[in-house]
């Protein structure tokens, strides 16, 4: 799957990585490295469903408790 176009202002998508902002109650923790699609333009930012299944799991394990990373602590999704 490739870049393909914004779907709200259908500027190129770039590949790149970002970050997501995960809150459980009042946890916190941001997912970083992320591998996305990213628009030049707006900001927007489309993950490929394996990187949306990935992202799933990690916010699963921080809503069971499996997952206790500290107020703003960094979960890297590269790994
Ligand atoms: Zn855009």
Redesign the pocket.
Known sequence: MGPGE?L??K?KMREGTTEFVARVGEQVAVIKNIPAFV?P??D?AYYTIDTQRKIDRIMLAFNEGSLTPGPGDLVDCSR
């Open positions: 914004c709200l202002c500027s628009c333009n707006c927007e």
